[in-house]
Structures are given as C-alpha cells and as structure tokens.
C-alpha cells in the first residue's frame, strides 16, 4: 500500500511488460486520508473494507485504496 503512485505504478506496468512476476498494488490517493490523530484508524477502517469486499484470490494487482 502507497501513496507513492508516480513512483510505484510504473513500476507495475514495466513488470507486465517484461513479463515479469508482480506483486499487488494498493494504491492511495495522497489527500484520501487526513494526517494527524484519526489518520490510522481511518486507514485500517478502509483496508478492512477492502480486504473483506473480495476475495484475495480474486484482487487485481493494482487497486485503489477508498
């Protein structure tokens, strides 16, 4: 999971096209979740939500955090 988009998301793609093995991505919108206090329950309370929507086997490689 990353907010890094700019720097991760090539990376994925470059991996598909070379046909090499790739691992999920997660991205996150870098304004999506407010900084401070509440930031991390706020977090967990939406990979929960994720996690629980599909099943693992069934989750693309690149998916947006909401």
């Known amino acids: 999971m ?3 988009v700019k720097d991760y998301r090539p990376l994925l793609l ?7 093995p790739v691992a999920p991505l997660l991205l996150v919108a870098s304004g999506r979740f407010l900084r401070g206090g509440r930031r991390a329950s706020a977090v967990v309370s939406a990979l929960e939500k994720w996690l629980t929507r599909t099943s693992a086997g069934s989750r693309p490689y690149e998916d947006w955090l909401i």
Not at 14 to 20: Q, R
């Open 2 to 4: 990353t907010e890094n």
């Open 14 to 20: 470059g991996a598909y096209e070379n046909h090499d």
